[in-house]
């Protein structure tokens, strides 16, 4: 490990970007030296911040010269961050999606590729430490071969969430671009790479013109099939979320809304309930099963990530998601829409196409 601080850039101060400033602030390995925002009123995050503010994004990293950056621009404008970074060899982590077309998330994956500038998409669940036993319990043959996986992400947005205009229409609204692309990289992560999915979405509680609610059918490269419920306009507790605990922005329900299921035993998410029966024991519905609980010391997984881009910055660590497996997890959610558009189902193809 380094002794010096990585010197970071935050581009993009939205929600995400000014987040970002404070964890970098906060992290002991990061120093921010600089922020950038087309828009001059987001001066006061740099003031408060007590670094310089940029507009120009060439200006910023001319003028800091940084070790890293984290790309937290609306996803339309993540190609001409990259390649601001990539042509002067600064390595980024990139908020998801990593692009919003395939062609963009092509581009900047091959970027990667010609000129050695890394680059991590902030799939940030993937560091928390529930998802990574999780992924450990499925993997490693513990609840046997997976057969299934179902998962719910319900819930209800607040009216003030969509005044925030680009969240109501294409091509970056609606929750299967915003919240859904986290859901299909973490089954993508724990259950193997998306074969082909089938999706239905509809729109009329909200009325907007991107989904309010889908209905998605799974099949895995394993064998394997799942299921996703979708609602951002139920009154219903059943997200990432709400049930992992992980943003103190959302009331916490001590319920499950994944489900990893076997032909050893299944896996209930994220109270990390293991459902087997006993060992030596017969086996069927007309006998019982028993339930253990893992535990798991729980750990904030955006400051997990921070420290992660640290080493990818150091090169100690490869990304733990590059811009290929970014795109691959892109190339799943926007298959959903066109799934949806089309009532048609759709193998998502990224990189092997």
Request: hydrophobic fraction near 45%; glycine fraction near 4%; proline fraction near 4%.
């Given at each position: 490990m380094s002794i010096n601080p990585a010197r970071l850039v935050v581009i993009g101060l939205g929600l995400m970007g000014s987040r970002h400033v404070e964890l970098v602030q906060a992290h002991p390995r990061c120093e921010l030296v600089g922020v950038c925002d087309a828009d001059p009123n987001m001066k006061s995050v740099a003031d408060e911040a007590g670094g310089p503010f940029f507009q120009n994004i060439e200006e910023l990293l001319d003028r800091t010269q940084p070790d890293g950056a984290i790309i937290a621009t609306p996803s339309a404008h993540h190609v001409e961050a990259f390649e601001a970074c990539a042509l002067r060899?600064?390595?980024?982590?990139?908020?998801?999606?990593?692009?919003?077309?395939?062609?963009?998330?092509?581009?900047?994956?091959?970027?990667?590729?010609?000129?050695?500038t890394r680059a991590l998409v902030g799939h940030h669940r993937r560091h928390n430490p529930l998802v990574k036993e999780a992924h450990a319990v499925v993997n490693s043959g513990e609840i046997g071969r997976l057969v299934a996986a179902s998962m719910m992400w319900t819930l209800m947005k607040p009216d003030e969430y969509f005044r925030v205009g680009w969240r109501t229409k294409r091509p970056d609204g609606g929750p299967v671009l915003i919240n859904l692309v986290h859901e299909l990289d973490i089954l993508r992560h724990v259950c193997g790479e998306i074969e082909q999915v089938f999706a239905q979405s509809r729109s009329a509680a909200r009325g907007f013109q991107v989904e309010d609610s889908v209905s998605i059918s799974l099949s895995f490269q394993n064998g394997a099939v799942g299921t996703i419920i979708s609602s951002d306009t139920t009154a219903a507790p059943w997200s990432y979320e709400a049930t992992s605990g992980e943003n103190s922005l959302y009331s916490h329900a001590l319920e499950n809304s994944y489900y990893f299921l076997g032909t050893e035993g299944s896996l209930a998410f994220p109270k990390m309930e293991l459902w087997k029966y006993p060992d030596e024991n017969p086996r069927g519905w007309q006998y019982p099963m028993e339930k253990t609980v893992r535990e798991v010391v729980r750990a904030d997984s955006l400051t997990n990530q921070l420290d992660h881009f640290c080493d990818v910055i150091e090169g100690t660590q490869p990304p733990l998601v590059d811009a290929w497996d970014g795109g691959r997890s892109m190339a799943a959610a926007l298959a959903v829409l066109e799934s949806s558009a089309t009532n048609m189902p759709v193998r998502p193809m990224f990189g092997e196409d």
């Open positions: 060899k600064i390595h980024a982590l990139i908020e998801k999606p990593v692009a919003d077309t395939m062609d963009a998330a092509r581009h900047i994956a091959e970027l990667t590729d010609t000129t050695g």
